[in-house]
C-alpha cells in the first residue's frame, strides 16, 4: 500500500514520511481519506453534474461513477489536510508523472480524472469545490445541494438495501425501508459533518503539538 504524506505530499510505503518526517496515526489517515473520498465523489462529481443538469434546464444526465484513481484521493486528502494551493499544484505534477501509467484514458472515468491533473482551471475548481464540500457546502446553491444529497441518499438506501439482503436473504419490504430511512436521521451520512471535521482538526493539532515537542 501507498500513503501520501498529509504534511508534504511524498508519496511513502508506509504512515511514516521519509522526506519530511511526519507520522499521521491510522485513525487520522483512513478518516482525511475517507473524507477524500467523499468530497471526489459528491463535492466536485455530483456537483459537476448537477450544474450540467441545471445547464440543460434540470434535465438529469446521472451516470455511475466509479471510484476515482489514487491520484486524486492524494490531491483531495491535501486539500483537507489545508496544504496550499502553490504546493498542490507542484505536487499534483509530481504525483502525474507517478500515476499516469496506471490510468486508462478509454474509461470514461478515468477521462475526467486525466482532465484535473493536466488542465489547471479544472485543477483550482476540483480543490475549490473539495474545499467547499468539506466546509459543509454553505453559500452554494440549494439546488445544487438539493442534487448532491439526492445521491448521498441514493447511495446510503443502496447500500443499506444490498447490506440488508445479505444479512436477511430477503428483499427488504416498505417496512423495512421505512425503518433504513429512519436510522439514517442518526447516521453521519449528512453533508453537514462540521463536527468531524472538528475532530479532525483536533487530531491534527494533537499530532503536530507532538511532533514539536519530540
Ligand atoms: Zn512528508
Known amino acids: 500500500m501507498e500513503y501520501i504524506c498529509l504534511n508534504c505530499g511524498q ?4 504512515l511514516e514520511c521519509t522526506h519530511c518526517g511526519h507520522t499521521s496515526s491510522e485513525k487520522v489517515y483512513e478518516y482525511v481519506m475517507e473524507q477524500a473520498h467523499r ?4 463535492g466536485y462529481f455530483y ?11 434540470g434535465v438529469s444526465i446521472h451516470y455511475s461513477l466509479t471510484t476515482p484513481a489514487n ?3 492524494w ?16 505536487l499534483v505534477k509530481k504525483l502525474y508523472s507517478y500515476i499516469k501509467s496506471k490510468i486508462n484514458p478509454n474509461n470514461k472515468d478515468e477521462e475526467k480524472v486525466i482532465e484535473i491533473f493536466e488542465k489547471e482551471e479544472e ?7 473539495t474545499k467547499e464540500f468539506h466546509a459543509g457546502l454553505k453559500d452554494v446553491d440549494s439546488k445544487i445541494i438539493d442534487y448532491i444529497q439526492e445521491e448521498i441518499n441514493a447511495d446510503y438506501m443502496g447500500k443499506q438495501t444490498g447490506d440488508f439482503l445479505s444479512k436477511e436473504h430477503r428483499v427488504p419490504n416498505a417496512q423495512d425501508l421505512l425503518k433504513i430511512m429512519k436510522d439514517r436521521k442518526n447516521s453521519d451520512i449528512d453533508i453537514h459533518y462540521r ?3 472538528q ?3 483536533d487530531l491534527k493539532r494533537q499530532l503536530s503539538n507532538r511532533q514539536t515537542k519530540s
Do not use: C, M, P, W
Open 11 to 14: 508519496v511513502n510505503s508506509t
Open 47 to 57: 456537483r459537476r453534474e448537477a450544474e450540467k443538469a441545471k445547464e440543460h434546464d
Open 71 to 73: 491520484g486524486l484521493e
Open 195 to 197: 463536527e468531524e471535521l
Open 75 to 90: 490531491i483531495a486528502t491535501l486539500v483537507i489536510s489545508g496544504v496550499s494551493y502553490d504546493i498542490i499544484k507542484y
Open 123 to 129: 485543477l483550482q475548481l476540483f480543490v475549490k469545490y
Open 199 to 201: 475532530l479532525f482538526l
Open 39 to 42: 468530497a471526489i465523489r459528491y
